[in-house]
């Protein structure tokens, strides 16, 4: 007997926001959600399933970062049969209708994303320079080298690099995807909204560090580390928030760079005592 895939199940990583959850779960009542619990300890499940009858949940380690969690929540979904999820931030929110719309898209061969839009701007995806550059598309025309991951149906098989902790590998997977031939789309019609940073403001001392350890990984060029340093502090010194930058903020950008550069040399001495002298 051929067993046939499972219809998309939504997948929430979950940290600590319970107020963004719980609206979250009535919203999706009709839909197969799991939620990968990575508090720092455990959430009470039945409370969650009295809002949801049908939830699926899994713990993680606890916060062990978003990569982690969806990979552990992918994991989970992957072994009971789902072709298809839909990576969901809970801090995000698609109305009912563009939900279905997404589904009706979904295949095994393709990414898609609706229109990420945030308190501020619209993004159409991602577009990525071979310099260093990774630029939120503001328009449709724009082309798209990735996608956002606060709301990406997504076949189940793939998983997260996890170099990454919080930040880009949204658009390291989608990115790597693209150029091992897979789709890359983004629906026009369908708006997710996003509050950008419910759960990790990515301007904040600690988001910084993540950002800019997670674009280094991205890359993984030495050659490019200046470059990249550069575009961060720069963005410190044209903040548009600059009287609340303070010390901590450029202390959080060098621990990001440190933690990346020990891990890239690592990884080249590893690699160069197995016979590779290649460095980027």
Known sequence: MTHLPKQVCILIPFHHRQDLLLPLLKHLKQFSVCVVDDGEQSSDWSFWKEIHPTLECVRAGGSSGFTRAVNTGLKHLDTLGYANVLLLNDDAWVSIDGLKQLFQLAGKNRFLSPVI????????????????????????????????????????????????????????????????????IVLAEVICTHLDGGT?????????????????????????????????????????????????????????VGAWLWRAIAARIASSKLGSSKIK
């Open 117 to 184: 839009q945030t308190p501020t701007a619209k993004y159409y995806g991602a577009s990525v320079s071979s310099w260093g550059g990774i630029r939120l598309n503001t328009s449709s025309n724009q082309t798209v080298d990735a996608l956002l991951g606060a709301c990406l149906l997504m076949p189940s098989r793939f998983r997260l690099d996890e170099r990454f902790y919080h930040g880009f590998e949204d658009f390291h997977l989608t990115y790597t995807a693209k150029q091992s031939g897979m789709e890359l």
């Open 200 to 256: 990790l403001q990515s301007h904040s001392p600690e988001g910084l560090r993540y950002s800019v350890y997670g674009h280094l990984c991205f890359y993984d060029s030495l050659r490019r580390l200046p470059l990249i340093y550069s575009l961060y502090l720069l963005q410190l010194f044209r903040s548009e928030h600059r009287e609340k930058v303070t010390t901590k903020h450029f202390w959080k950008v060098h621990q990001g």
